[in-house]
């Protein structure tokens, strides 16, 4: 496949204003000026797509969702944490099976390849036959589930674990597994102290394709060191959460924070000396009054920070573009100057920081050699004229559904309908099971 | 014409799930279940929309724009705000003609209507003959134009006022003209002391029609106090701005207050007293790092705080859902309390306050005897599937390219395709004539 005379985002810096790329198979295999790439190529029978007044780019990496949570977009809103958490989520939640997992994926897995994501980070209970995992698949959309892990189902869930490795693991080359931690005030020191030996252990049984990312939410609540310190009555040295993990030897370029809002100087600094990476949920952050994370100084330290939308249930989107504009401005005012988080950095952190946090060397960039995951945006709009330059109007200016055509491992799965999934299916689908659900949790009409 | 079997969002807190609403010439008519509404018009020969699946919603008020800058939209980001006007926005603006502002009001006017705005309020410099109102016009947009006040150039500001409302004020139902003194900045006590004698005079002159409101940027950068002492020698009593306004007796129920950011308790009691509306622009604000309007506060206080996107400069959009969204989230983290700005409140911001702060007390609410500014959003798609709650939907989940057919003043602009303007004509003008500019002010290729 040609994608020709568009204007090619190979990057946060390199761009070309009439480009091609080239795909065979599920890899990239050309960039460059159309002029150039069609030399190149001629003759070579690829199907041709003529991008005119578009925009392509590599497809965004949410690194941070627990996409079933569609199910229970708006449920409830503007509610305290915890009154949100023990009255509403938590009683829906306990009434869905694997199949309403999977069917939650996949109305997200839509969403997101609507909306110009080709991957997702996402971590949920785990059902052997019917889950995220299966969602995604059957949207076509790339994606890392994270099998939930919590003190008080550690065994469970330690062998879910090895059951997702077993079945899913690199299904149809889109699915990788990885082991979410809760958090640390879900997950006891115990716990943590087992994760070391599971990773070793991947690693034995699968070699290379055993190496999984381990993601946990850190420090999304300010009171959250207390209630770690009371609950499992551990020191956290210094206010540290970082010094308090790196005892149990789990913090690596595989570890993957989420939020981060809470921290001080030597939480950073134990991020930059291990080059654990950080993502950052700004929409779900202000919505649940959580804080403002300071990417700005984590970015200048050179910290790997990504992006994410968090659950649909807080933001209640999956919508990458959105998050990017949001994660470029709530620092601004904060820091009083404009300059900070600027457009093109904010568009490396959706793409490439995306996929090098959730274990990816070769995603994230349009470079040959590079998995083909490729999206195209129609520039020819009000809002997306005039142009003057390129970051600046993929964060600030474009829209999620400027999205028109989605690849993913080299096939196309949304071309202004879904190539995979009947929509209307799902709707009525999601919307039947739902009607279900509140009856059973007594908020039916 | 009848929309009919539509989620019919009356106001923020009256809505028909499935509802109708009835439009004659240019004013609604009729508003109710449709089993009801049909049986009141059954053989009136009414055009009919079918609105299953979708929500009808007053059009959006955009309370505060520069709406010709669109011209410069994404021109030059992420800078000081000193650097950004003096090096960047005002060589390109001083070579702006009045072709220019209606041009670039057109384009705006485009991107409002395919967003859902129906109305804005706008503030740019004014020609008699080509400007933002006559651009407005050719897409069929409703809007107040305020022509606007500098102390340098006061005198011919006021004669451009006079001129705009014998030319412009009430023009094909669409346009008010207002007064926009700048900013207590760039405006000298003597010029504030000559307003009150101009809204008499437009009185005495038009009679009721000649109502229009006053709108200024006020405190919107930190700095501004101290700028105004410095500037004219004046004393700002208690570093209360409104307390220096008040004096010069502008301040009013039709005096509009855009920005309000850095305010103290004097501040809000004279808001308060006086009934003054604040539109609050919270995506403008973060982007040029001003600060964040504490909204929850006001509208505590019953302050008709309505919504803008400031110009496309600063934004880089006239997006009102998104300025929704980030109007009802950025307070908060900063509150520590999810619950203030809750979605119903900023969906009420947005229209019916919208609509009272630019002096329109028939606009903003689907009720009988109302302006027919109506918009119609398709729900049929998977990031807003299922749905608890409406409100939720629209502030927190709906995308502004949802939208589908808008309705100004009783007449379809936007159907899928704009019905007065061919947009590919808007563009290459637009896209030539910014090329031209860019020569002019030395930045072309």
Not at 182 to 198: G, S
Not at 289 to 297: E, H, I, L, R, V
Not at 396 to 420: H, K, L, P, Q
Request: hydrophobic share 40%.
């Amino acid at each position: 496949m040609i994608i020709k005379n568009g204007w090619i985002v190979v990057d946060y810096i390199r761009n070309y204003r009439d480009g091609a790329v080239v795909i065979e198979d599920d890899k990239i295999v050309d960039v460059g000026p159309t002029e150039d790439v069609l030399r190149r190529h001629s003759g070579s029978g690829h199907d041709v797509i003529d991008a005119r007044d578009k925009i392509v780019i590599p497809g965004l990496v949410n690194s941070h969702t627990h996409i079933s949570m569609t199910l229970l977009r708006g449920y409830a809103d503007d509610l305290p944490l915890q009154e949100w958490l023990e009255k509403w989520i938590w009683p829906f939640e306990a009434n869905l099976t694997g199949e309403d997992i999977e069917l939650g994926a996949l109305l997200g897995a839509l969403e997101s390849i609507r909306f110009g994501t080709t991957t997702v980070y996402s971590m949920y209970h785990y059902h052997p036959g019917h889950n995220e995992a299966s969602g995604l698949i059957k949207a076509g959309l790339r994606g890392v589930i994270g099998i939930a892990i919590f003190h008080w189902s550690r065994d469970k869930n330690i062998k879910m674990f090895w059951d997702a490795m077993g079945r899913w693991h690199g299904r149809d080359g889109l699915i990788k597994v990885s082991l979410g931690p809760h958090a640390p005030y879900t997950v006891d020191p115990e716990t943590w102290m087992r994760l070391p030996e599971i990773l070793n252990e991947a690693n034995e049984r699968y070699g290379d394709r055993g190496r999984v990312i381990i993601s946990s939410h850190i420090a999304e609540d300010w009171r959250e060191n207390e209630l770690i310190r009371d609950k499992f009555n551990v020191d956290i040295p210094g206010g540290s959460i970082f010094r308090y993990l790196e005892k149990f030897n789990i913090l690596s370029g595989d570890f993957l924070a989420a939020h981060c809002i809470h921290l001080n100087q030597v939480d950073l600094d134990l991020i930059h000396k291990y080059s654990v990476g950080v993502a950052h949920n700004p929409v779900a952050n202000l919505k649940l009054g959580m804080g403002f994370a300071d990417t700005p100084k984590m970015l200048e330290k050179g910290i790997r920070v990504s992006l994410g939308t968090d659950g649909p249930a807080s933001n209640n989107t999956l919508d990458m573009f959105e998050t990017m504009k949001f994660a470029a401005l709530i620092n601004k005012p904060i820091k009083r100057d404009p300059s900070v988080t600027p457009a093109n950095i904010v568009f490396r952190m959706a793409t490439e920081y995306g996929a090098l946090n959730l274990g990816y060397n070769d995603l994230g960039i349009l470079k040959p050699g590079y998995k083909a995951d490729v999206v195209i945006l129609d520039r020819r709009k009000p809002h997306l004229t005039p142009v003057y330059d390129i970051y600046s109007h993929l964060v600030y200016a474009a829209r999620s559904m400027d999205v028109e055509t989605v690849i993913i491992n080299g096939r196309i799965v949304y071309d202004g309908g879904f190539v995979n999934t009947s929509l209307d299916d799902v709707i009525s689908r999601v919307e039947n099971r739902v009607y279900e659900l509140l009856e059973k949790v007594g908020k039916g009409d």
